[in-house]
């Protein structure tokens, strides 16, 4: 671990959050987790700006104070890695080793994407909008480099709370997550919300860039060539206290931690300390994009090794599966976490 997060790998920067670093709703800018797939861009928030373009009336080219000038909104939302919990994946698979902590909430302020379409004028063919970040690949001869490229549906692009986002936290977004411009995406895994965003392509085909149709996809060896696009975060709890391996006194034990579904609001938690499921007290008003903090307070009466499990459910009904549901490049594994505590006299 250094300073506040755990490093996975640091070039690219990728790191996540500790559990226990996790306390209200909102994660300290220093806290939040970064996921990156190339070297982080330097970007002068004086020259950079934001051109759309494609199936569009006007071609825009917007200077970041031309997009702070624009309505603007502030959202309270939740980003997941859609490889959080690979590490938990029996076969392991490649990629990130992220144990729990790829995900953090923070409050973003920034333009509803629908502003900026309005002004462009979207041609009724549009179908889809291509994000592109400015980050790419280091350059390979001949071979064009590879940009952080992802699309969106159009109806879903128009949602007015899909922000183009400038200030994360009340603070200018900092390098590490997407300064100057990023695209946030409520509900959906992290992968939606493009960083270091350049140009927005309007479309009227679907997308089948790298990070659309090669990642991102739920590919299982045994079916052959089906791949689902991965898209909302799969509901999850995940327990922030007490943490793997501490140790406590008999009696009575506070278990802690959040809950989300990029499916609807959460409806219930369910915690179990050895004992069976009990359901968890639900804490905090809910918010449309946001994790809920959730607690249980359990008596134990045995000293000796626990196992803590805490499973969600939303309101669409959907809940967590006991067992993680391989895939072959490891995402959206929502499964039941374990955390193994010991219990003293
Ligand atoms: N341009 C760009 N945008 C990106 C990425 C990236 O590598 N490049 N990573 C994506 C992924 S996979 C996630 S989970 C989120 C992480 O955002 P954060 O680093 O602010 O937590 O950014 C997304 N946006
Ligand atoms: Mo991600």
Request: zero cysteines; glycine letters at 18%; a positive charge.
């Given at each position: 671990m250094t300073g506040d997060l755990v490093v996975r790998t640091a070039t690219p920067l990728n790191a996540e959050t500790p559990?226990?670093?996790?306390?209200?709703?909102i994660t300290p800018n220093e806290r939040f987790y970064v996921r990156s797939h190339f070297a982080v861009p330097r970007l002068d928030g004086d020259s950079w700006f934001l051109s759309v373009s494609g199936l569009v009336k006007h071609h825009l080219t917007l200077t970041l104070s031309d997009i702070r000038r624009l309505p603007s909104r502030s959202l309270v939302v939740t980003l997941e890695c859609a490889?959080?919990?690979?590490?938990?994946?029996?076969?392991p698979v490649e990629g990130e080793q992220w144990q729990l902590g790829a995900v953090s909430t923070a409050e973003w302020t920034g333009v509803p994407l629908v502003e900026v379409l309005d002004r462009a004028g979207v041609e009724t063919a549009a179908r889809e909008l291509v994000f592109r970040g400015v980050d790419h690949s280091a350059a390979r001869r001949k071979a064009e480099p590879l940009h952080f490229e992802r699309s969106l549906p159009i109806e879903s692009a128009q949602d007015p709370d899909v922000l183009l986002a400038y200030a994360m936290n009340g603070e200018p977004l900092t390098p590490n997550h997407g300064f100057p411009l990023r695209l946030i995406v409520p509900?959906?895994?992290?992968?939606?919300?493009?960083?270091?965003?350049?140009h927005i392509t309007v479309s009227d085909r679907p997308f089948t860039g790298y990070f659309q149709t090669d990642r991102y996809v739920i590919a299982d060896a045994k079916k052959g060539g089906e791949a689902e696009p991965v898209t909302r975060a799969r509901v999850r709890a995940i327990i922030t206290?007490?943490?793997?391996?501490d140790i406590v006194r008999r009696g009575e034990l506070v278990v802690r931690g959040y809950a989300w579904s990029g499916y609807g609001e959460i409806t219930q938690v369910e915690v179990d300390a050895g004992s069976g499921w009990r359901v968890a007290r639900l804490l905090d008003e809910p918010q449309p994009h946001a994790w809920r903090r959730w607690e249980l307070t359990k008596r134990i009466e045995k000293a000796g090794r626990v196992l803590l499990r805490a499973r969600a459910t939303d309101d669409n009904g959907h809940t967590q599966p006991e067992q993680p549901s391989w895939n072959r490049l490891g995402y959206a594994n929502n499964c039941v976490q374990t955390v193994p505590i010991e219990v003293f006299d």
């Open positions: 559990l226990a670093a996790q306390v209200g709703i490889g959080n919990g690979r590490a938990m994946l029996a076969p509900r959906w895994y992290g992968m939606a919300s493009v960083k270091w965003l350049g206290e007490p943490e793997r391996g």
